[in-house]
T-cell receptor, first 117, second 113 residues
Framework: ETGVTQSPTHLIKTRGQQVTLRCSSQSGHNTVSWYQQALGQGPQFIFQYYREEENGRGNFPPRFSGLQFPNYSSELNVNALELDDSALYLC????????????????FGPGTRLTVL | AQSVTQLGSHVSVSEGALVLLRCNYSSSVPPYLFWYVQYPNQGLQLLLKYTSAATLVKGINGFEAEFKKSETSFHLTKPSAHMSDAAEYFCAVSAPNAGKSTFGDGTTLTVKP
C-alpha cells in the first residue's frame, strides 16, 4: 500500500473524446509524475509536476496535459483520444524537495486502465 | 539520453531455484538505477535502488542487485524463488537532476512448483 490512489480504475472512451484521470498523492509529496504503460511494455514518462508547475515532459503531444493542486491531488487530461492511447496510466508521487532528484523513491498508484474504442 | 534493456522478456524458474533477471543500461551521466515489481492489476512497487553508495544493493523480499559500471549492468537476483515472486519486473534508470525514470520493457517471472 503506497498511499497513492487513482480514479477511476477502468474507463472506456471512444476515439475523439476527452478524458480526465485523477490521482491523490501521499500527504506532503509535492512532486507527481504520470506514466503511460501500453500492454506488454514498460511505463513511459508523460510529464512531472512540482508545486503545481510542469517540471519536465516526455515525448507526448500537447493534447496530454495535467494539473496539480495544493491538496496533493493531480489530473491527467487527454484530448482528442486516439486508439493508441489505450493503456494503463500510472501516477507516482515523491517527497521531492526540489522537483528534481533522480534518486527519490517514487510511490506508484494502482493505475487507471483506459480503453479507447 | 538514457535507456534500459532487459534481456529476456520471460524467465521461468522452479520454486527454490536462483532468480536472475538481467538489466543493462545506457546513460551519459552517473545513473540512479531501480528495480520494480508489478503484480497483475496493480501499480509498481519499488524493490531496491542504487544511488551511488554501495554497489551491492539489498532490497525487499530477499532480492538484491549489483551495480557494475564496467558492464553497464544492474542484474536482479534472489537465491531461492518463491511462488509469490511470480510477477512482472521492471528495471529503470534516472539521472541525478531529473525526476523522471526511463523503464525497460519488463521481464515476466514464472515460478514453477
Amino acid at each position: 500500500e503506497t498511499g497513492v490512489t487513482q480514479s477511476p480504475t477502468h474507463l472506456i472512451k471512444t476515439r475523439g473524446q476527452q478524458v480526465t484521470l485523477r490521482c491523490s498523492s501521499q500527504s506532503g509529496h509535492n512532486t507527481v509524475s504520470w506514466y503511460q504503460q501500453a500492454l506488454g511494455q514498460g511505463p513511459q514518462f508523460i510529464f512531472q509536476y512540482y508545486r503545481e508547475e510542469e517540471n519536465g515532459r516526455g515525448n507526448f503531444p500537447p493534447r496530454f496535459s495535467g494539473l496539480q493542486f495544493p491538496n496533493y491531488s493531480s489530473e491527467l487530461n487527454v484530448n482528442a483520444l486516439e486508439l493508441d492511447d489505450s493503456a494503463l496510466y500510472l501516477c507516482a508521487s515523491t517527497l521531492g524537495t526540489s522537483g528534481a532528484g533522480g534518486a527519490d523513491t517514487q510511490y506508484f498508484g494502482p493505475g487507471t486502465r483506459l480503453t479507447v474504442l | 539520453a538514457q535507456s534500459v534493456t532487459q534481456l529476456g522478456s520471460h524467465v521461468s524458474v522452479s520454486e527454490g531455484a536462483l532468480v536472475l533477471l538481467r538489466c543493462n543500461y545506457s546513460s551519459s551521466v552517473p545513473p540512479y538505477l531501480f528495480w520494480y515489481v508489478q503484480y497483475p492489476n496493480q501499480g509498481l512497487q519499488l524493490l531496491l535502488k542504487y544511488t551511488s553508495a554501495a554497489t551491492l544493493v539489498k532490497g525487499i523480499n530477499g532480492f538484491e542487485a549489483e551495480f557494475k559500471k564496467s558492464e553497464t549492468s544492474f542484474h536482479l537476483t534472489k537465491p531461492s524463488a518463491h511462488m509469490s515472486d511470480a510477477a512482472e519486473y521492471f528495471c529503470a534508470v534516472s539521472a541525478p537532476n531529473a525526476g523522471k525514470s526511463t523503464f525497460g520493457d519488463g521481464t515476466t517471472l514464472t515460478v514453477k512448483p
